[in-house]
């Protein structure tokens, strides 16, 4: 091999800044690995199996069924349809939320990715843009097809269509869910730059730790567990306020959605003081 | 043009650079020479703006690395060998860097081939031996055809074939008139690439010359003296100027004097003499001298072995 000069060939080097620049690299980088295609893989076939799965024994064990839980299930079988499937493939998308943006420190490609984009909350922007789009696109099919599946299996017992009131907003919501999710992952991913602490500690507080803050005694608890991140996010997947719940499904998306502003705001900040 | 302005950057309590000030110019090699842990990739990377300078300013040509609206066509930078997703082909890689400024597919091509890995475009990066990271590496620093080049240890891990190909590719950029600046511990290495060397030493600039002043200061002879009456020749030889360390009771190191007036005094005073051997200095250990002086100069404690340069490989 001989050294050649550099020079390039005439105008194959024109260059040029745009966010869409910075969206198309995003995009590239995304589709390029693989764990990518095996979370929104998992996702788009967790989702609709364990909805079939859970569903199908909630039908076949109607009979044992008290009439009180009978009655629970009738009045929102949306949130029973969407609800069985979408927590269980969760951790998919809390994975590639975090892995987006760590395995770029733990592969050493931040240093290319910053050479290239040095202003760095552009960079994150685009990140950001990119992976919850492709996110909310999967989850929305995802949903979709789970709720068609979960209402044709239920509907021998209760009549489930996306023209009961709510319905339509709750399965687009647990798409929007899980969009938000992946954010607020890559937040947590950012601020953490390791791959293994991120997905731990998403995981683990979105799994376990939020959930069990139910437990904790009286008003606090109460109120603590409405206003978490995920908890108060989930309510968008029903189609009705239950009662008990503090929030409205919309209210509670917002929350979920201000937690995970705060955070990223919190992950552009470190992004850009800290050293590469 | 790459510019350095009293640079200064800590890592909680280490000093890894200090008030460090120099400029690199266009059409040449410059060699940044220090050894291991001297601060010659936080240097780098205070340039490329990945890290923070505590004091000081980097510029290239004028603007600091964050000010560049597209880096790569201002700025190629090779900074380790794997800065690269493994599970992503050589092409995408070259892909995702091309598209965030708007650089054809046609030029990553281009690239590919300038560095030799065509024929392994669509294979992963995690698959590369260190020689095709650093040729990936490469490709990504040409890709935007930037006039300035920051490469760090770029033969690290190359076969001779590879660090031929590369000072060969190195200087030919340079000739284009482009500023190429280059780091390395190796002293014999940068001696056969660069024009000019800034030596750096604890984060603190040692020296900025050419390379040819750097050779000829190294080339400084020592006389080795072994005689009986070492005492009274290194008195004889003080006198008619030269600068005579003692070695021990029989044994002299003279400096500024060569063989043949050494011998002519020793034989004017009488003195028997065993052996006579000029000394050649080697690059590496002017190199090597440098580096300690400069450290005790700076009064920061002892010369610790470990900071000695090494002449395997290994980054920093």
Not at chain 1, 170 to 191: K, N, P, R
Not at chain 2, 85 to 92: E, I, K, L, S
Not at chain 2, 114 to 119: A, D, I, T, W
Request: hydrophobic share 45%.
């Amino acid at each position: 091999m001989t050294a050649t000069a550099a020079r390039p060939t005439a105008s194959t080097v024109a260059s040029r800044a745009s966010f869409g620049g910075l969206l198309h690299s995003e995009w590239t980088k995304l589709r390029s690995v693989r764990s990518t295609g095996w979370s929104l893989g998992l996702l788009a076939l967790l989702y609709p199996s364990f909805t079939a799965l859970l569903v199908g024994l909630t039908v076949a064990n109607w009979d044992q069924t008290a009439a009180s839980d009978r009655s629970l299930i009738a009045s929102d079988p949306t949130a029973v349809i969407l609800g069985s499937g979408f927590l269980i493939s969760q951790p998919a998308i809390c994975v590639l939320g975090v892995m987006v943006i760590a395995s770029e420190y733990s592969t050493g490609m931040i240093r290319a990715s910053l050479l290239a984009k040095p202003r760095r909350l552009s960079m994150l922007a685009a990140k950001g843009a990119v992976l919850s789009l492709v996110v909310l696109a999967v989850s929305l099919v995802a949903a979709f097809v789970s709720f068609f599946i979960g209402a044709a299996m239920l509907s021998e017992k209760v009549a489930a269509s996306l023209g009961d009131p709510g319905a339509l907003r709750a399965v687009v919501g647990t798409g929007l869910y899980l969009a938000m999710l992946s954010l607020f992952s890559l937040a947590i991913g950012a601020i953490v730059r390791r791959t293994a602490a991120g997905i731990t500690s998403v995981i683990m507080f979105v799994l376990v730790l939020a959930p069990l803050v139910q437990l904790l005694p009286g008003k606090f608890g109460e109120y603590a567990h409405a206003y978490l991140p995920t908890e108060a996010g989930l309510l968008i997947g029903q189609a009705i306020q239950h009662e008990g719940d503090l929030l409205t499904p919309w209210q509670g998306f917002g929350v979920f959605g201000l937690w995970t502003a705060a955070l990223l705001v919190l992950a552009a900040f470190l992004l850009n003081r800290r050293d590469a | 043009m790459i510019e350095a302005k009293n640079l200064t950057k800590r890592y909680g309590d280490k000093v890894a650079v200090k008030d460090l000030s120099f400029t690199v110019g266009p059409g040449k090699v410059t060699g940044f020479l220090g050894p291991n842990g001297a601060g010659k990739s936080t240097t780098m990377r205070l340039i490329l703006g990945l890290d923070h300078p505590d004091r000081g300013t980097a510029t290239i040509d004028g603007k600091r690395y964050r000010e560049l609206t597209t880096p790569l066509a201002a700025v190629g930078a090779l900074l380790e060998a794997k800065a690269v997703h493994p599970g992503r082909t050589a092409y995408n890689h070259l892909l995702c860097l091309a598209q965030s400024q708007g650089i054809s597919k046609k030029r990553i091509y281009e690239v590919l081939d300038l560095v030799g890995l065509s024929e392994v475009a669509h294979k992963r990066a995690g698959g590369f031996s260190l020689g095709m990271g650093q040729r990936l590496g490469l490709a990504a620093a040409l890709l935007g055809d930037p006039a300035v080049l920051v490469l760090d240890e770029p033969v690290n891990g190359l076969d001779p074939e590879g660090i031929l190909w590369i000072r060969t590719f190195m200087r030919q950029l340079a000739a284009e008139g482009r500023t190429v600046f280059v780091s390395s511990h190796l002293m014999n290495e940068m001696a056969v690439t660069a024009e000019h060397l800034i030596i750096i030493g604890r984060g603190s600039l040692i020296a900025d010359c050419p390379t040819q002043e750097f050779i000829e200061q190294g080339k400084k002879q020592t006389v080795l003296v072994r005689s009986p009456n070492a005492g009274e020749l290194a008195a004889a030889i003080t006198r008619a100027g030269g600068a005579v360390t003692r070695n021990d009771d029989n044994e002299l190191s003279v400096e500024d004097m060569d063989a043949t007036r050494i011998g002519e005094i020793a034989s004017a005073g009488g003195h028997v003499l065993h052996e006579v051997v000029p000394q050649r200095g080697t690059l590496e250990e002017a190199f090597m001298a440098l580096t300690r002086e400069s450290v005790e100069y700076a009064g920061t404690g002892s010369t610790r072995e470990a900071d000695a340069p090494k002449s395997g490989g290994g980054a920093e």
